[in-house]
């Protein structure tokens, strides 16, 4: 089926005939996997008893599914005044203060990358098969294809635990993480990412930021020195558990001591977990670099002939393809994981030495799949996505992100994984999900009332303390007219862009992009009259 024929959602009779053959597929996968683990033939059901395996399975899929769901709610509800919501969603709005304060949204976003990373290394351990595993008397094409290439954990975890939480988060934000049960996901985020077990990857993004010729963004004030000592302190102890990681990994490669497949070379177990990492850190670097150019006019998208060509795939089909990848992409990079979750988990026969001859709770620690999580979050997520993110139009420049492109289509309009749709329908109604203008109102009736989104995020109060009365007259000053300034510039590009669109959809896309900017303009106008309102001259005092 073309990428350009195919729709989204459950619109159409074709919808219904993708979501019925979808939901088949993801029901016998649910039960191969069950009773795969009834039977002890997974690495958690056997070293430890069935059961704890099934429960360990459901709950890292329900808490898979808050880490998305809240993910995109995290992401998406910054620009809402907090105050429109305070009191109807007390617990989003608690959390949205935690985690919008500063950059505590960058923070969060890095603890959640390896949460769920070692959260499908978890669920790889609870229902991956064993070698030779045999469930229900099934013949052994079926378990090939089901079992040993991981299509069906990957279709459970996929549609129930990432792509219905998606469905629904992205439109019922406020709603959705309106629990403590995100207030638990949060912290913990916020607590991997405080450790220091990340942090090499603030190294790789400033040296991306450096590369490119740019200077790295924060919305804190700088690090003092103690700051800056326990920052790069925790730099330094990340590196160290990366090199210490790889070793570990390595090592146990080349020693045979993974659940790779029997049979497989343990070179080639290599030369597989490397290749994976790259197909994992090329899809999440091309949502990055999607996402980016997606805010670009035309005429700043570069003229390099295939960037040009995969936006032009990109942007296509009615606005459908770009979340037409995402759902190819989330079923193929899931699937990478659970590969590299087989070919890293180290299993130490009765008997064998520990790897490095460490004790036998550092090594019941490796046998965790930790390490393979960290060393996929760092090199095959972060890495790519900040050099993506610093480089986006280089890197859709690669024709090999066309072809990924393609391939995420293709997967995704084959409609495999068209059962999060209807699942979603399910939980909002049992949920009683609400989409978010209910609660808070459409952006233009938020500017109407006086609580416009905020594109930045510009915390007067830190930006003014501790400054003289005049540099305060001075900073507001300034700040209005810089934001004047790029309101303009917005508003003459996309005058551009509507002379420039292809079609007359794309052009109405414009066209409202447009309204709002006139629109911003004219509250950053009246917002400068009021704060002008505070200002005594004579003195040069500010009232705030």
């Not at 993801?26 to 039977?39: D, P, Q």
């Not at 930021?209 to 963004?217: F, H, I, M, Q, S």
């Not at 037409?324 to 299993?347: D, E, K, S, Y």
Request: net charge negative.
């Amino acid at each position: 089926m073309s990428s350009e024929s195919h729709s989204h959602g459950v619109n159409t009779p074709l919808d219904w005939v993708r979501i019925a053959i979808s939901l088949f597929l993801l029901g016998f996968s649910i039960v191969i996997v069950m009773a795969l683990i009834a039977t002890g033939n997974t690495k958690i059901a056997s070293d430890v008893h069935p059961a704890a395996a099934a429960v360990i399975l459901w709950v890292c899929i329900i808490w898979m599914s808050m880490v998305e769901g809240g993910q995109a709610s995290m992401v998406g509800l910054p620009p809402i005044d907090r105050s429109l919501y305070k009191e109807s969603h007390p617990k989003t709005w608690q959390i949205c203060e935690w985690g919008h304060k500063g950059d505590n949204l960058d923070r969060y976003l890095m603890g959640r990358q390896f949460m769920v990373i070692f959260i499908n290394f978890t669920i790889s351990l609870a229902g991956a098969p064993l070698a030779g595993a045999e469930v229900l008397g099934l013949p052994q094409w079926i378990i090939s294809i089901f079992l040993e290439s991981g299509i069906a954990m990957v279709l459970t975890n996929v549609i129930i635990g990432q792509l219905t939480s998606q469905v629904n988060a992205s439109h019922c934000m406020l709603d959705y993480i309106n629990n403590h049960f995100m207030t638990f996901t949060y912290w913990v985020a916020a607590l991997i990412e405080v450790t220091g077990v990340m942090h090499t990857s603030y190294l790789i993004r400033i040296m991306a930021y450096w590369a490119a010729g740019k200077p790295v963004e924060s919305n804190e004030p700088p690090r003092s020195g103690i700051q800056n000592l326990w920052f790069w302190g925790r730099v330094v102890w990340s590196l160290g558990i990366l090199g210490f990681a790889l070793a570990v990994t390595l090592e146990a490669l080349f020693n045979g001591q993974t659940a790779l497949w029997e049979g497989v070379p343990e070179i080639v177990g290599l030369i597989l977990f490397f290749v994976l990492m790259c197909v994992v850190g090329l899809l999440e670097g091309m949502q990055i670099a999607f996402f980016t150019v997606a805010k670009l006019p035309k005429s700043e998208r570069g003229d390099a002939p295939m960037a040009l060509r995969t936006c032009e795939c990109l942007f296509k089909n009615g606005g459908k393809n770009l979340p037409g990848f995402m759902c190819g992409r989330q079923m193929t990079v899931t699937l990478c994981f659970f590969i590299i979750a087989r070919v890293t988990t180290i299993q130490i026969s009765e008997g064998e030495e520990n790897i490095f001859g460490v004790s036998n709770a550092f090594q019941n620690l490796f046998n965790t799949g930790f390490l393979g999580a960290i060393i996929t979050t760092i090199l095959g997520s972060i890495s790519w996505q900040l050099v993506a993110s610093a480089f986006p139009i280089a890197f859709l420049s690669n024709p090999i992100v066309y072809i990924f492109l393609q391939l995420a289509l293709a997967l995704e309009a084959t409609g495999i994984c068209a059962a999060a749709w209807f699942l979603a329908l399910i939980q909002k109604k049992i949920m009683g999900f609400q989409i978010d203008e209910v609660y808070v109102g459409t952006p233009e009736e938020r500017a109407a009332k006086g609580h416009a989104d905020q594109v930045e995020n510009l915390d007067m109060g830190t930006n003014v303390l501790g400054q003289a009365q005049l540099a305060k007259f001075g900073w507001v000053e300034g700040s209005y007219t810089d934001r004047r300034e790029r309101t303009l510039r917005n508003i003459k590009d996309l005058r551009e862009q509507i002379k420039l669109a292809d079609s007359e959809e794309e052009a109405d896309a414009f066209r409202e992009a447009l309204r709002l900017e006139v629109s911003n303009l004219s509250r950053v106008n009246k917002e400068q009259e009021t704060s002008m309102t505070h200002i005594d001259v004579e003195d040069g005092t500010y009232d705030a």
